[in-house]
């Protein structure tokens, strides 16, 4: 069981199902959860589900050279092939059915979320930047799918934008990381287009101008004065990661990124919530 926890990311599933929360309570300018959002929020643990364990199911050879300490249950060998593909079934009927009794918004951004999960890895992954692009404006779905569960999809745009850009920049990170694996699997990431460092710049200067972004967005939506208070500390750790990245630094990114992402999180929810 603690496997198939790992296979589908347990972890990143509960941070999703928050996102969706904080997305709802963004929206309504309170800390409501009708039923609704608890129904949206299952549904994004659903399609989260199906995507994480096909993301494994496509990259076992590469998790085997870029993840040699067993992290990958697939990959190691402790899971089937049909247990991984039970996941996924599970997973999309979950996240279907659970966006059905939302609203028709939620049956059609998760659907069509979930197709760009299906073409994630044999497809996109393989062209680099785009590859990039597509899974970071998923990634940064929970916050938007919130506010659809709420019927007012509006009030998702800033967050989901600020999300998808950190999103983005963790992305091209990952790719400096499985460098190795992705090139045993023939993939054209962005490092392996244009070089480690030359990657490495362009993540840099994306997350420096990220904190521009975060505080120009907000601040046309009309966002409280907590939102900047609290979001200062998320910019310092990307402006951390920018310094970082464009002195050829790759450890620690991700896990700074995450962090940074959850502190936005908690920062977007303080600015709107009365």
């Given at each position: 069981m603690l496997d198939v926890l790992?296979?589908?990311?347990?972890?990143?599933?509960?941070?999703?199902?928050?996102g969706v929360l904080a997305g709802g309570w963004i929206a309504l300018g309170a800390l409501t959860t009708p039923r609704v959002l608890w129904f949206a929020g299952l549904a994004a643990i659903g399609f989260g589900a199906a995507g994480n364990?096909?993301?494994?199911?496509?990259?076992?050879?590469g998790d085997r050279v870029n993840r040699p300490g067993g992290e990958r249950p697939l990959a190691a060998g402790r899971l089937t092939r049909g247990t991984a593909d039970l996941c996924v079934a599970a997973g999309a009927l979950v996240g279907l059915t659970a966006?059905?009794?939302?609203?028709?918004g939620a049956i059609l951004v998760g659907a069509a979320a979930l197709v760009v999960m299906i073409v994630y890895s044999p497809v996109l992954k393989r062209?680099?930047?785009?590859?990039?692009?597509?899974?970071?404006?998923?990634?940064g779905l929970?916050?938007?799918?919130?506010?659809i569960a709420v019927d007012r999809p509006s009030a998702g745009l800033v967050p989901w934008a600020l999300a998808a850009w950190l999103h983005l920049v963790r992305?091209?990170?990952k790719d400096l990381?499985?460098?190795?694996?992705?090139?045993?699997l023939g993939r054209r990431t962005l490092p392996l287009r244009l070089g480690a460092r030359r990657a490495g710049v362009v993540a840099a200067v994306l997350a420096a101008a990220f904190v521009p972004l975060s505080l120009a967005l907000p601040a046309q939506a009309h966002y409280g004065g907590a939102y900047f208070l609290i979001a200062l500390f998320a910019q310092l750790a990307v402006l951390a990661v920018a310094s970082r990245l464009f002195a050829g630094h790759s450890a620690r990114?991700?896990?700074?990124?995450?962090?940074?992402m959850l502190v936005g999180i908690v920062a977007l929810v303080a600015g709107r919530v009365k």
């Open positions: 790992r296979l589908v990311r347990a972890y990143n599933l509960l941070l999703a199902a928050l364990a096909l993301n494994d199911i496509w990259d076992r050879a966006a059905a009794l939302v609203n028709g062209r680099g930047l785009p590859g990039n692009v597509a899974v970071a404006l998923v990634a929970p916050l938007l799918y919130g506010a992305e091209i990170v990381d499985d460098q190795a694996g992705d090139a045993a990114n991700s896990l700074l990124l995450k962090g940074a």
